[in-house]
């Protein structure tokens, strides 16, 4: 039997625990803390479509992405919005965190690399295929896969396109 149960919309996002909180996003274009303990509804933070993207810790704030185009952080206690950015279009990847950038790809096929402290654009790749996986960061290379089968490595700190994996794309 479950410990506690909270209802919203569908849930496609795979929840976050820090500390004392859950965090989770639904089609019910929201963002929800919960206490971890209880169930209880700490926050809320609404968007603009669907949240099924997974959130992700950056130093004090929530990162995610919603299928209404934008990137927001939140901060983790209050839900306060501290920045967004839109992008080219909706996002379902759970953005990755690595120092000082977050990276992200979205529905249309950008990669991007936006600075964690401000959501400014560092630097985008159009990939040209739908990405719908999350990247993975590590080795000083972030690796990120796509709907045409390419899997892609670029070096963490600029645009640099390596062949990819298994051949040209």
């Known amino acids: 039997f479950p410990r506690w149960q909270f209802q919203a919309d569908a849930i496609y996002s795979s929840p ?5 909180l859950v965090y989770v996003g639904s089609s019910d ?3 929800y803390a919960l206490d971890a303990t209880t169930g209880a509804l700490v926050w ?3 968007t603009n479509g669907w949240v099924e993207s997974s959130p992700a810790l950056c130093n004090d704030s929530i990162v995610i992405g919603s299928n209404d185009r934008h990137v927001y952080a939140l901060d983790a206690k209050t839900g306060t919005l501290r920045w967004e950015r839109e ?3 909706g996002i379902f990847t759970t953005p990755a965190v690595a120092d000082s950038s977050i990276y992200v790809g979205t529905l249309s096929g950008c990669f991007y690399n936006l600075d964690a402290t401000t959501g400014s ?3 985008l790749v159009p990939v040209g295929a739908t990405i719908k996986t999350s990247a993975a960061v590590g080795q000083d290379i972030v690796c990120i896969g796509d709907w045409a089968g390419h899997f892609r490595a670029f070096t963490d700190s600029r645009s ?3 062949p990819p994996v298994g051949g040209q794309p």
């Open 16 to 20: 976050l625990v820090v500390d004392d």
């Open 29 to 31: 274009h929201r963002v």
């Open 44 to 46: 809320t933070f609404e």
């Open 87 to 89: 992008l080219d279009s």
């Open 121 to 123: 654009i560092r630097w």
């Open 160 to 162: 640099e396109d390596l």
